[in-house]
């Protein structure tokens, strides 16, 4: 079966400018998780959506945010672009929204450099 | 608080060799999931193992195995006869009660040497 789909998979953008990173989720799963991966902070948690319902939320400014359909995908939005945006940005997908075990498939994700 | 501490940034090993990577983690809950995933240089994370907390048998899945130590806070990743493609980063993460929130540790840099 098809993983999870992350696209783009690079992306150059200016200061000040805003980008939209999109998730399609295994097929069947219901649970979408973001993450921030930097050299400096490592892998940070940015929020969960599960049915469309933003579950959790990590530590980030409101300049980061997102939004799940209802088809399970999930997109991330980062508005006034930073240097410090710069990263690799990874989204989970996992069966259920219980928090109970089920395996994280993560995507292969997005490198968002801010120039 | 750090939740997941990763002590060894590097670590080598020889073709063919078990290594152990170190993982202890900090919580409160009695319910907890420990996973482990590897990244390769491409940035996909990729699933290797998982502990839960009431689990009384370590984990095992093909050359991976958990050591988990729960007294002592401990989930060690073992891996056995390495191989050249196990050159990755690795970390460690928990899962606390009821969030699907994921904590990772630092992580750390294994390289197998032929």
């Known amino acids: 079966k098809a993983g999870v789909t992350q696209t783009p998979r690079y992306l150059i953008k200016t200061r000040g400018q805003q980008v939209t990173l999109s998730c399609s989720p295994i097929?069947?799963?219901?649970?979408v998780s973001w993450y921030q991966q930097t050299p400096g902070q490592g892998l940070q948690f940015l929020f969960e959506?599960?049915?469309?319902?933003?579950?959790n939320k990590g530590n980030f400014p409101g300049r980061f945010s997102g939004r799940q359909f209802s088809n399970s995908r999930s997109e991330m939005n980062v508005s006034t672009l930073e240097l410090g945006d710069s990263a690799l940005y990874l989204c989970?997908?996992?069966?259920?929204?219980?928090?109970?075990?089920?395996?994280?498939?993560f995507g292969s994700g997005t490198r968002l450099t801010v120039v | 608080a750090q939740k997941i501490t990763q002590t060894q940034p590097g670590m080598f090993v020889q073709e063919k060799e078990a290594v152990t990577l170190d993982c202890t983690y900090d919580?409160?809950?009695?319910?907890?999931?420990l996973f482990w995933y590897k990244q390769p240089s491409s940035g996909e994370m990729i699933f290797l193992i998982y502990q839960g907390s009431y689990d009384e048998q370590n984990a095992t899945e093909g050359r991976y195995s958990l050591n988990f130590q729960k007294a002592r806070k401990s989930a060690n990743l073992v891996i056995s006869a390495s191989q050249l493609g196990d050159s990755a980063m690795y970390f460690c993460?928990?899962?606390?009660?009821?969030?699907?929130?994921?904590?990772f540790g630092k992580g750390t840099k294994l390289t197998v040497n032929p």
């Open positions: 989970a997908s996992s069966p259920r929204g219980s928090g109970s075990y089920g395996g994280y498939t």
């Open positions: 993460a928990m899962r606390e009660g009821g969030s699907e929130k994921l904590v």
């Open positions: 959506y599960f049915s469309e319902t933003q579950r």
């Open positions: 097929s069947g799963h219901r649970s």
């Open positions: 919580t409160s809950d009695q319910s907890y999931g």
